[in-house]
């Protein structure tokens, strides 16, 4: 079992951590992005998206897309404390805020990323307007997290969950946007401050 | 127990296609999202992204995104054929497949549509060249998908699944963007004639 990534992008460090939240560790293989290697046939043809990170199994079969890999180790390996919930509606819940902070947050950040810096303009076409309004929404959204996070400990209720795991990861993103954390939003730096202390995060 | 939507919106259709395949019957409330009935205190104190569909439980615990609220009926009401999957595996590659038919499809002709079109200009800053180019980029992802729909009966693997109801969401959807499945695309073609007889979706 093998994992193709760029270890420091944003989709290859969720499952990083994810994976260092459950105590597994799994054969890495590092694939240039900038340099175009993802775009080579022997990697396309591992890769339904396109995109990393992907894990291949013993069998050659490969799975694509952060979630699903998380997803597949949750249920292929069960534990005491599954970062997707464990009842109906705590699954439901951190469904819900993992799409919510992808949906309004990481992706938003991604999206202004690409089109203000153009660094993938050599396989997409950009549009900087895009990326200015894309920056805009992101910040919109950051209060919404606040406020959320005055309401519980973690993003999805009262235990750390894959929701949070996004959450990091987009706040530390922002960074390439020259977005921070100030002191208007108290409850996303406490909450910061508690995730990085984790293991699984200032481990690695 | 109810359901606050807007019948005919994407979102809304995934949920309820996917209620129709459980054979589960929720009472709905019409919310009217271009007059902004959305956008209301009380609406808005529901809904924790401020969208439809949300589902209301009978405690008035609620339930924002439509995946989040079909995984819930698929955990409180365990069923022999599950629209999530049921191996380990299988649970990663609906999910892999869901997001792939999202990211690069549904999600990306929603962005077309709204940016082209300035439906909710009233509430949000569209930029139409991204409108553009979110267009260009859905049409490039029809032989992907008709590419996949060549090697498998339904979009996921050999059963229907929740990855299916997104990709025939995002179908119907592309109408508005006068987008057509022509001849270039003879799986998706037959996938969709297949779907549509099925009585969760001819039915409704």
């Known amino acids: 079992m093998k994992i193709y990534e760029l270890a420091p992008s ?13 105590g597994i560790d799994v054969e890495r293989v590092s694939i240039d992005i900038r340099g175009g290697e993802n775009l080579s046939d022997a990697f396309q043809a591992k890769s339904q998206n396109g995109l990393i990170p992907v894990l291949e199994l ?4 490969t799975i694509s897309e952060s979630v699903a890999i998380c997803r597949y180790f949750d249920e292929a390996y069960p534990n005491e404390h599954s970062l997707f919930g464990h009842t109906p509606l705590e699954k439901a819940q951190v469904e819900m805020w993992q799409r919510i902070v992808e949906l309004k947050g990481l992706f938003v950040a991604m999206q ?7 660094v993938y303009k050599d396989r997409e076409t950009c549009v900087e307007s895009w990326g200015e309004v894309s920056r805009q929404r992101l910040i919109a959204f950051l209060p919404i997290l606040d406020k959320r996070l005055s309401e519980s400990a973690f993003v999805a209720g009262d235990t750390f969950t894959v929701a949070d795991i996004t959450a990091y990861v987009m706040c530390n993103f922002m960074k ?23 293991p699984s995060v200032s481990q690695q």
């Open 176 to 198: 390439n946007l020259n977005i921070n954390l100030d002191d208007s939003l108290p409850h996303i730096q406490a909450w910061c401050q508690t995730v990085s202390q984790r």
């Open 112 to 118: 202004a990323f690409r089109n203000i810096t153009g």
């Open 10 to 22: 944003p989709s290859a460090r969720r499952v990083s951590i994810f994976l260092a939240e459950m």
């Open 58 to 61: 013993d069998d050659g079969t």
